[in-house]
T-cell receptor, first 115, second 113 residues
């Protein structure tokens, strides 16, 4: 079965610091990969997604993620965070015939930005 | 498009009462998903539908939970009887293409006293 691991449960950064959130998945076949963001009190919104092609994916609000197939990773990055990036970030994966319609979400990483 | 619509946004009820959560997916989206989010368990998929038919309900915690989708524009998640441990935020999401982006509703915050 697929699984998604987000090893950082809570990350605290100062404004302008660089950000990298780790995500690893377990499925070995073709995958679709996603990063979602949930701002305090709001619903999940898509930040970016990878289906195929260039493994470096650019999303909204200056976020990007790199798909490294050999490492089963899809880490999220941002060169300079802002206070408004305070949120919870979820990595998610879809893959495999048996769960073709489902997206499996990681446990989330809470990001706190100090002004 | 108005996006995924959920009602009510907040629900406070007493243990043993029946609770019904409602969801209207984005028009044209054939896939509808119900999730539960808690601090302890994170985001859990409860059930999903394709073309109004339940496809996978393996995440439904127990028989007290049931979900229906009588037509393409409406789904309900019912808890009967409710218990305090059901307190959570329940999200509905829909998608156009299987395995592609899911669009989430604002959620229903359920508190069972």
């Amino acid at each position: 079965a697929q699984s998604v691991s987000q090893h950082n449960h809570h990350v605290i950064l100062s404004e302008a610091a660089s950000l990298e959130l780790g995500c690893n998945y377990s499925y070995g076949g073709t995958v679709n990969l996603f990063w979602y963001v949930q701002y305090p009190g709001q619903h999940l919104q898509l930040l970016l997604k990878y289906f195929s092609g260039d493994p470096l994916v650019k999303g909204i609000k200056g976020f990007e993620a790199e798909f490294i197939k050999s490492k089963f990773s899809f880490n999220l990055r941002k060169p300079s965070v802002q206070w408004s990036d305070t949120a919870e970030y979820f990595c998610a994966v879809n893959g495999g015939y048996s769960s073709a319609s489902k997206i499996i979400f990681g446990s989330g990483t809470r990001l706190s930005i100090r002004p | 498009d108005a996006g995924v619509i959920q009602s009510p946004r907040h629900e406070v009820t007493e243990m043993g009462q029946e609770v019904t959560l409602r969801c209207k997916p984005i028009s044209g989206h054939d896939y509808l998903f119900w999730y539960r989010q808690t601090m302890m368990r994170g985001l859990e998929l409860l059930i999903y539908f394709n073309n109004n038919v339940p496809i996978d309900d393996s995440g439904m915690p127990e028989d007290r939970f049931s979900a229906k989708m009588p037509n393409a524009s409406f789904s309900t998640l019912k808890i009967q009887p409710s218990e305090p441990r059901d307190s959570a935020v329940y999200f509905c999401a829909s998608s156009l293409i299987p395995g592609n982006e899911q669009f989430f509703g604002p959620g229903t915050r359920l508190t069972v006293l």
